[in-house]
């Protein structure tokens, strides 16, 4: 079966310029995450989706972060205005469903450096 | 929320040692509690995970042991391998509520030939 996929790979930026990613999960998976990984952390959830709905946004940084699912599938999530402590890796999950819980498959994340 | 601490955060070995790494939870609710091995500049893949209504789990050379009452959870790696060098992450996770996974900081292992 295909993985999480991501693009793209590697993305550099300067502060205060926007930046968007993209993630196609796992066929099926009806639940898609996004995670913030900094260097020598582990993963935080930025934002759970349901479907096309939200069901955990309480870490995203509102003022500059949004993501959308339409249709249910595939993910994007934006920046914007980029800070400098915003470099990291950025990786999309995906999952069965919700009555679980049930193991996350990550893809190979995108890694945004903001100078 | 749930706070997940991790030790150590780097451990070395020598090949064929044993190597453990300890996991400890804040939220009483959590039941669900996966471990991640991360090479380096890759994803994140799940090796091993535990329900609460299991005290032990085995896979081969990796073992996951819970112990609710003290809310704490560990990984034993035996016989360990080279390719068992990496960052390990363990997490928990609630269900009923968004089930999401809330990580360790990471466990690096380094195991010496």
């Known amino acids: 079966e295909a993985g999480v996929a991501q693009s793209p790979r590697y993305k550099i930026i300067e502060k205060r310029q926007s930046v968007a990613f993209w993630c196609n999960p796992i066929s099926g998976h009806a639940t898609l995450y996004w995670y913030q990984q900094i260097l020598g952390q582990g993963p935080k959830l930025l934002i759970q989706f349901q479907n096309n709905g939200v069901v955990d946004d309480s870490q995203l940084p509102k003022d500059r972060f949004s993501a959308e699912r339409l249709k249910g599938v595939d993910s994007t999530l934006k920046i914007q205005p980029a800070k400098l402590e915003d470099s990291a890796v950025y990786l999309c999950a995906s999952s069965l469903s919700r009555g679980g819980p049930y193991e996350q498959y990550f893809g190979p994340g995108t890694r945004l450096t903001v100078t | 929320g749930e706070n997940v601490e991790q030790h150590p955060s780097t451990l070395s070995v020598q090949e064929g040692d044993s190597a453990v790494i300890k996991c400890t939870y804040s939220d009483s609710a959590s039941n669900y509690f996966p471990w991640y091995k991360q090479e380096l500049g890759k994803r994140p893949q799940l090796i091993i995970d535990i329900r609460s209504n299991v005290g032990e789990k085995k896979d081969q050379r990796i073992a996951v042991t819970l112990n609710k009452t003290a809310k704490h959870f560990s990984l034993h790696i035996t016989e360990t391998q080279p390719e068992d060098s990496a960052v390990y992450f363990c997490?928990?996770?609630?269900?009923?509520?968004?089930?999401?996974?809330?990580f360790g900081k990471g466990t690096k292992l380094t195991v010496n030939p």
């Open positions: 997490a928990a996770s609630s269900q009923g509520g968004s089930e999401k996974l809330v």
